[in-house]
């Protein structure tokens, strides 16, 4: 493993949850298994008025309660703290810059960090832009000396204008081979799997299109509700909350052609093209497309759970979406035909996150098969929780006759104890130090998604009569969904915690 350059990583909007929960853990994963580089050194920069020992000490705090897998050290965790340091600036004020562009110096100085830069904006969007503009004028994006680079988390505009407007207003200052745009859900190991699975074995590619896939459906279940981020969900919705990024990220690397090679443009071109071949949905199609949901009030095993419209921060008339489901085309020769379906929501049975590849049934049926094998083999990818991959297929019940009975084929990442599997975040920070960008989402990538969800948007925002079906909180959404899917055979997973187990109704 390569160890990063030495660098000076800087995150704005240290006093924030992300830096402690996430970031700061995350680093510390990383030293733990001396991935950082020799000489490092760590700058939290937010308006509050904190020393360095407060924040040290507040950041060991989050070290200890939410690092992953990981074996905590007392001793090694005050080391790394060691390298952390804290800078009070209002980050909206351009002659601030200044003061903040001196101490980096010093710190460069002192710790040896070879004038090499990351920055972390870990800030409300409306600060993108403000920040960026101010690290240029100040001559902080530059990369004359050592290299500059900036990681920003979605959202990455709120639809198709301002995520353009954001591109450009980031390009300004920095070159889009220094932008970074965190797209958790590249970090994780099992969406990277999605890649191998398919480009180092023979035996899927035959079989991965039109010719042999019935369907794709990919889910992407919570349990929870929206668990006091009231305020920020009501202005976003499942389908800017996940969809347009996490999930278009997934079709992407589940549907695209084999890249030329293994770097970031490659895959990246790759992935692009998928996105800019999703057939886009006609505004009347919207309706029969798309069906969006909100949870209401439900009683789960005695437990009263309140609906959306109830939760801290919502607007009690709230037409926002915590459930969506969309049934799309891509308009490419591989998959020319082939429906995919995604679904997401909130306050659904159980977590999970999977793909799941239905291939067609045989062309002439020998045997009597009972419904559950009629769409039999089915390749599940579990990206969470119980990591894995099944695979469905027919086999002979034992005994008289010819009668066909599905069983699994399964691997689970728990089987491998020995290997740690890194955090997304942990993943994705070590990337942006070594200057790979490969699982950050590109500016045009982001363009093409918001892209598709334009009539989507539109539709919803213009059209008072469009449907919101409510759903009692912890079922799998709306009735309605099901209708996307044609064929009355077929019907969507309803898969559990564990990946081997279906139902309505998992167990909790
Ligand atoms: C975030 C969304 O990007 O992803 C959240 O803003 C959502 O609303 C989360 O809960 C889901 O991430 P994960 O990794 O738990 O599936």
């Keep these: 493993m390569d160890k ?62 939410f690092s992953e897998n990981i074996h905590l050290d007392e001793q090694q965790i005050s080391e ?47 600060m993108f832009g403000v920040i960026s503009d101010n690290l240029g004028r100040a001559g902080l994006s530059d990369p004359f000396d050592g290299f500059r680079r900036l990681i920003i988390e979605k959202p990455f505009g709120y639809d198709l204008a301002s995520g353009l407007e954001l591109n450009r207003k980031l390009h300004q200052s920095f070159a889009e081979d220094q932008i970074y745009r965190i797209d958790h859900y590249l970090g994780k190991e099992t969406v990277q799997n999605l890649l191998v699975m398919r480009f180092s074995n023979g035996i899927f590619e035959p079989l991965w299109n039109r010719n042999y896939v019935h369907h794709v459906e990919i889910t992407s279940a919570e349990s929870i509700g929206v668990e006091g981020r009231g305020g920020y969900y009501d202005g976003s919705g499942a389908l800017r909350d996940m969809l347009q990024n996490h999930l278009l990220q997934v079709v992407g690397l589940t549907a695209m052609e084999p890249p030329s090679a293994m770097d970031a443009d490659s895959i990246r071109n790759e992935t692009l093209k998928v996105l800019q071949s999703l057939r886009p949905i006609r505004k009347e199609d919207v309706p029969l497309q798309v069906i969006r949901g909100q949870y209401t009030a439900s009683n789960i095993n005695g437990e009263v759970i309140p609906g959306y419209r109830e939760e801290p921060g919502v607007n009690a008339e709230s037409r926002t979406e915590t459930f969506v489901a969309v049934k799309f085309f891509i308009d490419s020769w591989r998959w020319g035909g082939v429906p995919f379906y995604i679904r997401t929501g909130k306050s659904l049975p159980t977590r999970v996150t999977e793909v799941v590849v239905h291939f067609k049934p045989t062309p002439h049926g020998l045997f009597q098969q009972d419904e559950a094998c009629r769409s039999c083999n089915q390749l599940i990818i579990r990206i969470q929780p119980d990591e894995g991959i099944l695979l469905k297929f027919g086999m002979k019940q034992p005994g008289a006759g010819f009668n066909v009975k599905s069983v699994n084929m399964d691997f689970h990442y728990s089987d491998l104890s020995d290997v740690h599997l890194p955090s997304a975040y942990e993943r994705l920070l070590y990337d942006a130090m070594t200057g790979d960008s490969t699982l950050y989402a590109r500016a045009d990538a982001v363009e093409a998604a918001w892209k598709f969800v334009a009539p989507i948007q539109e539709v919803w925002n213009n059209d008072p009569t469009q449907k919101i079906y409510g759903y009692p909180a912890g079922t799998w959404g709306p009735e309605n969904a099901d209708s996307l899917i044609e064929d009355k055979e077929m019907t969507w997973r309803y898969p559990c ?5 279906t139902g309505n109704y998992c167990e909790l």
Excluded: C, W
């Design 497 to 501: 915690a564990s990946l081997t187990e």
């Design 80 to 126: 790394f703290t060691s390298h952390l340091s804290y800078f009070q600036m209002d980050m909206s004020v351009e002659e601030e810059y200044s003061r903040l562009k001196a101490a980096l110096n010093e710190r460069n100085m002192t710790e040896g960090t070879d004038s090499n830069y990351l920055f972390y904006l870990s800030m409300p969007p409306a």
């Design 4 to 65: 990063p350059k030495n660098l000076t990583m800087v995150i704005f909007g240290a006093s924030g949850d992300l830096t402690f929960r996430k970031l700061i853990p995350s680093l510390y994963a990383l030293y733990n298994q001396k991935m950082l580089p020799d000489k490092f050194h760590v700058l939290g920069v937010s308006r509050t008025v904190i020393t360095d020992d407060s924040f040290r000490e507040k950041m060991q705090e989050g070290i200890r309660k």
